[in-house]
């Protein structure tokens, strides 16, 4: 079967830094996406790793690691404006996304 | 450039009547995407579109049904709505060029519909 798990609900200090989680089980792997979501609105695209290792992109970078089926987004420097929901999707051997129910991220003063 | 545009941006139906959703892009994108979001869990699939003229079935199209006459347009039609059918509405697209083909997918803003 395909799996994606992220946890549900993390809280983090403005100005901190925070990890979030995915881990998968799909039939096939042709890339992880993360995307943002505020409440509310469209999900945005944040990044695309298809290979082992780090893709830095300003504030947010994402990892990964295909023989873990694992992969994590980094905030850094937190600001209130990240506040929003977190999905992660594995594309999978037919080309489909398939998603994580997502991690709502809440930014505390 | 408005990029997805949807409507409407919400509905509330009653059961067993018929429903269009419409969406479209100026992207000039070849693929597009029709997805449910529900509380809980993550997108899914409903139906999809690799290029004008073509479409073919995600992991929940019962229900639902698509057209696909031309590039910007991808509408998507409950035929007879169900309670269950519920839920936020998005529609997708993606400028892959075949079923192999890998690229980031951009969202409209949503449809939220209710079916009492």
């Known amino acids: 079967g395909q799996n994606i798990d992220q946890p549900t609900e993390m809280t983090a200090t403005e100005g901190a830094i925070v990890q979030i989680n995915c881990t998968y089980q799909?039939?096939?792997?042709?890339?992880l996406f993360w995307y943002q979501q505020h409440a509310g609105e469209a999900p945005t695209f944040l990044s695309y790793?298809?290979l082992d290792g780090l893709e830095e992109k300003g504030r947010f970078s994402s990892f990964l690691s295909r023989s873990k089926g694992y992969s994590y987004l980094l905030l850094k420097e937190l600001q209130m404006k990240d506040s929003a929901s977190y999905l992660c999707a594995i594309m999978d051997s037919n080309y489909q996304l398939i998603w994580g129910a997502g991690t709502k991220l809440i930014i505390k003063p | 450039i408005a990029g997805i545009t949807q409507a409407p941006t919400s509905q509330i139906l009653a059961a067993g009547r018929r429903m269009t959703l419409r969406c479209t892009q100026d992207?000039?994108?070849?693929?597009m995407y029709w997805y449910r979001q529900d509380l809980g869990l993550g997108l899914r699939l409903i139906h999809y579109s690799n290029t004008a003229g073509t479409t073919g079935k995600g992991e929940v199209p019962d229900g639902y049904s698509v057209s696909r006459a031309n590039t910007d347009d991808f509408p998507l039609t409950l035929a007879s709505a169900v309670p269950s059918q519920t839920s936020v509405y998005f529609c997708?697209?993606?400028?892959?060029?075949?079923?192999?083909?890998?690229?980031?997918?951009?969202f409209g803003p949503g449809t939220r519909l209710t079916v009492l």
């Open positions: 790793n298809v």
């Open positions: 992207m000039r994108h070849n693929a």
């Open positions: 997708a697209s993606s400028d892959s060029t075949s079923n192999t083909d890998v690229d980031t997918q951009y």
């Open positions: 799909t039939s096939g792997f042709n890339g």
